[in-house]
């Protein structure tokens, strides 16, 4: 559960048929795990890509790693550490030549391939998957009851919900009321939190640079030039804001925008975002109109179970699903999507105007991202790590991944990162791979106890073990078993398993 008293809710549907891949094209050589996510909080999905999960829409899908065809191993990079490559600096340089000057720069034909992180397409389309017919989000939120305090179950020898982790995202802060703090509590709670005033001084000091830059419009989304000596080389933000005279021939705002229907900002582009990424999908992939729909748009990158949160010690912007998106005079050339989450931003996808395929807007996007990473980790330290999909080594045009470093790929039986300069020898040899050098390592968080697996069953959330004496003669134990391997015990015994 997390901090602030919500569950996540899954519907598990396992994973033992093959589908298409979207990589080689094998007609049913794609073999994954899947669930649909109903709700989730952002630190259970954390840990969930930390195990090799990864959500399109809100479908999480888990590749069946020592089976499918391409193996698709998650991959992050170390944010504070990176630095661009010489290919990444002339991306950055022919973008700023085109909003300098309108350069635009003759697109060759092996160019562009790193421009679509879509390996989430593949699996949500390829797979047809349907949203499942009861909804358990229908229920009544103060109708679910916790083991603890429903009459009716039998609580003998069953475990009760396992607490959040300590590096867990704390609530967000709420109203109390004024009353004196009994001795031992600690701190007032109605006091407000003392890093305030240090927060204040940092949008001040970040809205300055924005108008100086007169750049972006939002403070928490556009690179700050940080000062380097002259013995040091420049930095990613340097690069971006490098060459760009006060008044350009064109104007780039970056604007983030949370993927919410109640948001203004996010109704107002919404329908000139959906058109944008039809026409991406039909000129660069060669979707048919049906395809790429409005409702499509909406279930693929709108739809998301992650539950918008502020935390005393998260990024002012809070946690959650965005839409970063890229304006030029004026019109959306270019949308990412995010996920804010307590250890790092997750590339969901992206989707530009063909028009400006020549400026390699997904590279671009994607050192703006690393970027932005870094400003989030000014205001929290945890917040790391950019997270980019899925790296497949079989699949060469999807190797570009791996340029941007230092970065690890997570060794898909420990759960433990590793440098991919490590791994690429490994890759070399066999498309699937322990990634982890230490014989002796294994899974941390692997499950020992079945029974203490969390469900949700008639509104009552309950132990698996409470639960299989209630219901005498269950046959779902092996499905059970396997949904909670895949999760690991500390998400299953955190994650709410729905139960029809």
Same mark, same amino acid.
């Given at each position: 559960m997390a901090a602030g008293g919500s569950y996540s809710i899954v519907e598990y549907f396992g994973g033992d048929g093959g589908?298409?891949?979207?990589?080689?094209?094998?007609?049913?050589?794609?073999?994954?795990?899947? *669930?649909?996510?109903?709700?989730m909080t952002v630190q259970d999905y954390q840990d969930l890509i930390d195990r090799g999960w990864r959500r399109s829409g809100k479908y999480v &899908?888990?590749?069946? *790693?020592?089976?499918?065809?391409?193996?698709?191993?998650?991959?992050?990079?170390?944010?504070?550490n990176f630095h661009p490559s010489k290919t990444h600096k002339k991306t950055l340089k022919k973008v700023n030549r085109f909003l300098s000057r309108g350069e635009m720069p003759v697109e060759r034909h092996d160019e562009g391939h790193e421009d679509s992180l879509g390996e989430i397409m593949d699996s949500a389309h390829e797979e047809?998957? $349907?949203?499942?017919? $009861?909804?358990?989000? /229908?229920?009544?939120r103060s109708e679910v009851q916790d083991i603890s305090t429903s009459p009716d179950t039998d609580t003998t020898n069953s475990a009760a919900p396992a607490m959040p982790?300590?590096?867990?995202?704390?609530?967000?802060?709420?109203?109390?009321? +004024? %009353?004196?703090? !009994?001795?031992g509590k600690g701190a007032d709670p109605s006091r407000p939190l003392g890093r305030k005033a240090k927060d204040i001084r940092k949008e001040r000091r970040l809205q300055k640079e924005q108008q100086k830059q007169? @750049?972006?419009?939002?403070?928490?989304?556009?690179?700050?030039?940080? !000062?380097?000596?002259? +013995?040091?080389? /420049?930095?990613? @933000? @340097?690069?971006?804001?490098?060459?760009?005279?006060?008044?350009?021939?064109?104007?780039? @705002?970056v604007r983030l925008v949370p993927v919410s229907f109640e948001d203004p900002d996010f109704l107002a582009s919404y329908e000139q975002s959906a058109a944008l990424y039809a026409r991406y999908q039909m000129t660069v992939h060669g979707d048919a109109p049906y395809e790429c729909g409005e409702s499509e748009f909406k279930r693929f990158l709108c739809d998301s179970p992650l539950e918008a949160e502020m935390a005393p010690d998260g990024p002012e912007v809070g946690y959650g699903s965005f839409h970063q998106q890229y304006w030029l005079?004026?019109?959306?050339?270019? %949308?990412g999507v995010l996920d804010i989450l307590p250890s790092c931003v997750s590339s969901v996808y992206l989707y530009y105007h063909p028009d400006f395929s020549?400026?390699?807007?997904?590279?671009?996007?994607?050192?703006?991202?690393?970027?932005?990473?870094r400003q989030l980790q000014q205001q929290s330290p945890k917040l790391a790590y950019y997270y980019l999909g899925f790296y497949v080594h079989s699949c060469p045009k999807m190797r570009y991944k791996g340029q941007y470093q230092p970065s690890d790929l997570l060794c898909p039986e420990t759960y433990t990162w590793v440098s991919i300069e490590r791994c690429i020898p490994r890759l070399e040899i066999s498309a699937y791979s322990r990634l982890s050098e230490n014989a002796h390592e294994g899974d941390a968080c692997a499950l020992k106890e079945l029974g203490r697996v969390l469900v949700l069953h008639r509104r009552t959330v309950m132990?698996?073990?409470? &639960?299989?004496?209630?219901? /005498?003669g269950s046959n779902d134990e092996k499905e059970v078993e396997q949904y909670a391997s895949l999760l690991g015990q500390t998400c299953a015994e955190r994650i709410l398993l729905y139960r029809a």
């Open positions: 589908h298409r891949c979207g990589y080689c094209k094998h007609e049913n050589g794609n073999f994954s795990h899947g *669930m649909w996510s109903h709700t &899908y888990k590749p069946t *790693m020592n089976k499918t065809c391409c193996p698709q191993y998650t991959i992050r990079c170390h944010a504070l047809g998957v $349907q949203p499942p017919r $009861q909804d358990p989000l /229908k229920i009544d982790r300590e590096d867990a995202a704390p609530a967000p802060e709420e109203k109390t009321p +004024n %009353v004196t703090p !009994k001795p007169q @750049e972006a419009e939002s403070s928490s989304v556009n690179p700050v030039p940080s !000062k380097s000596s002259s +013995n040091q080389p /420049k930095s990613l @933000e @340097e690069f971006i804001t490098e060459s760009l005279p006060n008044d350009p021939l064109h104007r780039l @705002e005079d004026g019109r959306i050339v270019a %949308v020549s400026l390699s807007l997904g590279t671009y996007s994607a050192l703006r991202e690393i970027a932005f990473t132990p698996y073990a409470a &639960y299989a004496r209630k219901r /005498k």
